[in-house]
C-alpha cells in the first residue's frame, strides 16, 4: 500500500510571500485580483461542494448498506428454512414446534439487535424474542387481525410485496419502534408466513447521522419517497406498508417549489434504473440552499441523500491565504499560475474523482495518489482511509457468509442422510406389514365376492385385517390399535401373533371367544399389569366367523360395527359393543360382548370398517364423513358389485376429502361370504 502523508499544510510562507505581494502591487492590481480571486473562488467551492456531497453520499451509502446486507440476508436465510417452511404447515406439532423455536433462537443471537420476529401464516401467531430474552418459553406472542390497524403492517405486506421489505413502524404489542426487515416465507408461489428481525430506530439513525456535522446531514428514503431516516423524527414515515400514497410523508415535505420536486423525483427515478451511480442537484430543502447528492440502494430500495451546506463545509476564510498567492501569480506569471492550479487543484481532483468512480463500481485497490498538504490531501486521505476500510470489512463479510454457507449446506447433507436412513427403514417396515396381510389368493377363497380399502395414514400404519380359513369354515377380523405410523405398526405385528396363536389352540367358531381370548393375550403381551398408567395401548376389533355348511354368519364387536345390506332394501347396522380390548382397566372376566347370528342368504353384503373413515375430515367445514355419510353411499351402490362399490366409496371419500390431510389410518373391508370355498 503506498503511504499516505497527513502532515497539516505549512501557511507561513505562503503568508509572507501574499503580504509583500499585497504591499507591493496593492494600487494597481488590488482591485483586479480581488474581483479573480472572488470569481475562482466561487467556483472552487462550488465544485468542491458538490464533490463532497458526492463523496458523502457514497460514503454514507457504503456503511449504511454492509450492516442491512448482513441483516437482510440472516433474515433470508431464516425465512428459506426448510424446517421452518415445514412447521409452518404444522405449527401445533410439539417437536416440530420445539425445533423450530430452537433455530429462531440461534438466528436471534446472530441478529444485530439479537431479536427476531416470525409470523405462521396458517394461524396468524406472531412469534418474538428480543435481546434480554424475555419472551423465552412464551414466544406466541399474539396473534395478527385483520381488523385491527396496528395489525395492517402484516397484510399489507403480504399483499404488496413479493420477497423482502424494509418497514419503519411502531409496534404496539411489543410498544418498540424499528426498522423492520420483513421476509415472506414461501414454497414455490405459496405465501407461509413472514419472518425477519429489526433494527431500534433510535440506534439505527444514530448510526446513520453519526457522521454528520453543522452544514452535513443524511436522509434516507424508499422508492416512493418515504422518508426513512432524519435528524428530524417527526418527518418520519411509520408503517408506510399499510398506507396509500396520500397519506406517506415523503421528501416532498421538505421541499417547497415543486419544480425542484419535480427535478428531484427525476433524478431519483433515473438512479433506480441504474443510468447513474450517483446524482448531485442544487436544491433548497427548510428554505436552505444546500447541494443535494443521491446515491440508490438496489439491494434495499432505498435512496441515501447527503444535503451539504457548502457554507458550512467550505468556507471563504478558509481559502483566504491563497488570495495572496492568486493575486501574485496573475500579475507576475499567468503560465506559472495555470501550472500551479493545475498542480495543486485539477489534477488531484481528477485523480480523486477517478478513484471515487473506481471504488463506486467495486474496485478497492483504485486507492488516490494525491501528494499535497491542503485541504484536497486530507480530504484524499480520508477517502482512502475509508477505501481500505470499506474493503477490509467487505472481504471480512464475505469470509463469514462463505463459512456460514459452507455450515449450513453440511447440515443439510447430514439431515438429508439421516432422512433417507429413517425413511428406508419405514420402507423396509412396511413391506413387512404388507407381508402380514392375507394375500389376494386368500381372500378369493374365503370370499364369493370382496374389496378392499387399507389405506395407513403413513407408510405403516396401525390399522390391518386377519383372515384365516381351515375345512370348517372362516375367521375374518378387522383391527384398529392405538396410534399411527410405526407404533401402530408395531401393535398391528403383535396383535396378529396373537391371533394365529388363539386360532391354532382354540375353537375360533365364536367371535366372543375370539375376542376375550384376544383381550387376555394382548394384556400379557404388554404387560399391562406391570407398566406405569402413562403406558396404555389396546385396540378396537370387529370379528366374523362363518361355516361352509351352515347358513348363519356369527359376529361379535370391539367398538367395530357390523353393516348389511340386501338387495333393494337398507343398509342395517349392527353396533358392536363399545367397550376397547387391550387396556388395563377392561376386566377380563367380562360378558359384556355379544354374539350377532345373521342369516347369510343370497346377496347380502357385509360391511366393516374403522373409524378412519368415519373421522375423515373435509367438507366446507371440516367435519368427519361420517357413519350416516357413509351408509348412504353403500346404499346407492346397493345390488353393484363390489369393485364398483369400492370404486364409489374411494370417489366420494375423496371428494369430501379435496385438500385436506388423511387424519387416520383407513380400512374398510366389504364381503359376500363364500360357500364350501376350501
Known sequence: MPALSSARPRFSGLQRQFLLLIVSIYLLTGAVALALFAWGIHGVIRQLGEEFATQYALRQKDRLLAPIQRELALSRHLADSPLLKRWARDEEDPALKAAALAELDNYRRHFADHSYFFVVGQSRHYYHNNAADEYRGRELRHTLDAASPEDQWYFATLAKVTDFDLNVDYDAPLDVTKVWINVLVREGTEKLGLGGTGLELDGFIKAVLSEDRPGVSTLLVDRAGSIKAYHDRSYIDLNTVAKNAAERRTIDRLLVSPQEQAALRGQLDQLSRGQAPVTVLPLTVENQPVWVAMAYLPEIQWFVIALVDTAHVYSVWRFMPFAGLLALSLLALAAAVATLINRLVLNPLIRLRQSTQAVAAGDYGQLAMVEAHNEIGELTSDFNAMTLTIQQYTGHLETLVDERTRQLRQTHQELADTHRQVLDSIQYAQLLQQAMLPTPEMLARAFADYFMIWRPRDLVGGDFYYCRIDERGCLLALVDCTGHGVPG??????????????????????????????????????????????????????VCYWAWNEPLLYFAGARIDLYYQDPATPTTLIRGNRTSLGYRQTDPDWTLFSRHDLERIPGRT?????????????????????????????????????????????????????????????????????????
Open 606 to 678: 357385509f360391511y366393516l370398517t374403522t373409524d378412519g373413515l368415519l373421522d375423515q375430515a373435509g367438507g366446507l367445514k371440516g367435519h368427519g364423513f361420517s357413519r350416516r355419510r357413509f351408509q348412504d353411499v353403500l346404499q346407492q351402490g346397493n345390488g353393484q358389485p363390489l369393485p364398483e362399490q369400492q370404486a364409489a366409496l374411494e370417489q366420494a371419500l375423496a371428494a369430501w376429502q379435496g385438500e385436506r390431510p388423511q387424519r387416520d389410518d383407513i380400512a374398510v373391508i366389504g364381503f359376500r361370504p363364500g360357500v364350501g370355498r376350501c
Open 489 to 542: 405398526a408395531f401393535m398391528t405385528m403383535a396383535v396378529n401373533a396373537a391371533l394365529n396363536h388363539i386360532a391354532s389352540v382354540m375353537d375360533i367358531t365364536d367371535p366372543v371367544l375370539v375376542l376375550q381370548a384376544l383381550h387376555r393375550e394382548m394384556q400379557a403381551i404388554l404387560h399391562q399389569d406391570d407398566m406405569g398408567e402413562s403406558f396404555e395401548n389396546g385396540f378396537d376389533a370387529g
